[in-house]
């Protein structure tokens, strides 16, 4: 009699040992954290760089490893014109208009409050960048602005950005070696063009202009100021 109380504890303390690990894991999986997600762009990237990206130690650290060592160069003068004086008020008024602003209309020179990384001797010889600029914001430490330069002709990335983006317009503002074709997304645009060397031979140049977070600079900057004009003038009132 007293086996067979034995055995039937020792069946039922079994039966609790296999159960309470399985509670506890499902505890853990209720009240454990989702990891977190990566930031998400709805428009246009470079190397997973688009207009959400935070410009950290990291994210330059990974462009290093595929660019090369960056030059960083604070604050700046932002140009927005392409391929000749007047492109983008002939063909883009909106970005003419924001060029504008950014700049001085007496040809005086304007900085922003931002960085920019330059990358120019690639490591990787199969690189097929000659020359890659990004403009990024100090107050937001996102991108404003993406320049890139190609060493060839560019066919294989016009595939790619099709595929990616759909198709493009075209614009042919010059001879026959001289056109764009632009994509827009979500108020940001990316313009690739080809644009003749002075020996005639056409150069691949891509520039997204990321149009909201140039806006947000300008808004950024004006904010900065007013705030710096009044603290001159509670300063001057607390003087005297």
């Not at 020792?10 to 894991?25: A, D, E, K, R, W």
């Not at 330059?118 to 914001?137: A, G, I, P, T």
């Not at 100090?138 to 404003?144: A, F, G, L, Q, S």
């Not at 099709?162 to 056109?179: F, R, V």
Request: hydrophobic content about 35%.
């Amino acid at each position: 009699m007293k086996l067979k109380i034995i055995k039937t504890i020792s069946f039922f303390i079994i039966i609790i040992m296999l159960i309470l690990p399985n509670v506890s894991c499902g505890d853990k999986q209720e009240t454990a954290l989702p990891p977190p997600s990566p930031e998400h762009s709805d428009s246009f990237t470079f190397f997973d760089i688009g207009e959400n990206t935070i410009i950290s130690g990291k994210v330059r650290e990974e462009l290093n490893k595929i660019l090369g060592d960056d030059a960083i160069e604070p604050r700046n003068i932002i140009d927005l014109e392409i391929n000749y004086e007047g492109f983008l008020k002939e063909y883009f008024e909106d970005l003419d208009k924001l060029n504008k602003k950014l700049n001085s209309p007496l040809g005086e020179r304007v900085e922003h409050n931002t960085v920019k990384l330059m990358y120019r001797y690639m490591q990787n010889k199969n690189n097929s960048f000659e020359y890659v600029e990004l403009v990024y914001s100090e107050y937001t430490r996102r991108p404003v602005l993406i320049k890139i330069h190609f060493k060839k002709d560019g066919l294989n990335t016009i595939e790619t950005l099709k595929q990616k983006y759909g198709a493009p317009e075209s614009i042919k503002w010059g001879g026959e070696t001289s056109k764009s074709l632009y994509w827009k997304k979500n108020n940001d645009l990316l313009i690739l063009s080809f644009v003749p060397d002075q020996f005639g031979r056409p150069k691949c140049q891509i520039i997204i202009y990321f149009k909201n977070a140039l806006e947000k600079l300008l808004k950024d900057e004006q904010k900065e100021k007013e705030k710096t004009r009044g603290e001159r003038t509670n300063s001057g009132k607390t003087a005297f």
